[in-house]
């Protein structure tokens, strides 16, 4: 065969670089496409094994709106925790009528509350001890330690978020007779939590894989996934966050009795 023409291969050229461009565009929408159905609540990063953690539950806050509890609790569900609090003095205006609906539902349920970093500790019990009665039935409280606002950019002092967070959590284990539970992601725990408050059991919020806490730590509660969608609320916010336990149904059972 004699000499290829000139024309023939800037043609030849060129489809290649059409077939790469086409390959690369290719990606992207799958890419595109697998985002999108992440965004949307249809598919998920995470999906623990129901063999592995067959114990799951819900959070839930005013967002969710009026919620059917008989609904929600239908779909697999095991427990609910409840937003009760927030720094000093806010209250979830659903917090009530959720207590009352999760535990008529059959539900294992507890309240938690958002620490603040910039109140007290101490008034900050307060306001949970106000709001959050003092039953047997109910799980120890959480406490929800993570970044907000201003804070992400320029956190506060380790120092000062142990000692008030200390004394949050002495003053309401003193009051419920139990020590609460602490809800985080891993950049506060790193920041505040790692290496200290050994007598609280750790909830860690982990959307990308099952969690490893930098300190070798175990959790009790993974919250695996905060774009949910289920039956049952239809509040301002489209999705729910799901978790799971970190025991089997026997320790369920018995855990915080």
């Known amino acids: 065969m004699g000499p290829v023409p000139e024309n023939r291969r800037v043609a030849r050229r060129g489809s290649g670089r059409g077939r790469g461009v086409a390959a690369v565009l290719a990606v992207l929408a799958v890419v595109g496409g697998a985002v999108g159905l992440w965004w949307t609540g249809t598919l998920h990063v995470n999906n623990p094994s129901a063999e592995r953690f067959p114990v799951r539950g819900v959070d839930v ?12 609790a239908g779909q697999d569900i095991d427990f609910a925790f409840l937003k009760a609090t927030e720094g000093s003095a806010t209250v979830d205006p659903r917090f009530a009528a959720n207590l009352a609906g999760a535990t008529a539902a059959g539900l294992r349920v507890g309240a938690y509350h958002f620490f603040s970093f910039e109140s007290p500790g101490a008034t900050q019990a307060d306001n949970v001890i106000r709001t959050v009665p003092d039953g047997t ?4 409280v959480a406490v929800d330690v993570e970044f907000y606002g201003d804070f992400w950019l320029h956190p506060a002092p380790v120092e000062d978020v142990r000692r008030e967070l200390a004394d949050l959590l002495d003053r309401l284990t003193r009051h419920y007779g139990a020590a609460p539970i602490v809800y985080t992601t891993g950049e506060a725990y790193n920041r505040y939590l790692a290496g200290a408050f050994d007598g609280v059991d750790i909830w860690i919020r982990d959307v ?14 993974w919250q695996f996934s905060d774009r949910h969608r289920l039956d049952g609320y ?17 320790t369920w059972e018995q855990y915080g009795r």
């Not at 039935?137 to 120890?140: C, D, V």
């Not at 990308?208 to 509660?221: I, Q, V």
């Open 137 to 140: 039935e109910l799980l120890p």
């Open 208 to 221: 990308w894989r099952e969690p490893s806490l930098a300190d070798g730590r175990a959790w009790t509660f």
């Open 61 to 72: 806050s005013r967002y969710q709106g009026v919620i059917d509890w008989p609904v929600l």
């Open 234 to 250: 239809a509040g301002e916010e489209r999705f729910i966050d799901l978790n799971v336990y970190a025991g089997d149904r026997a």
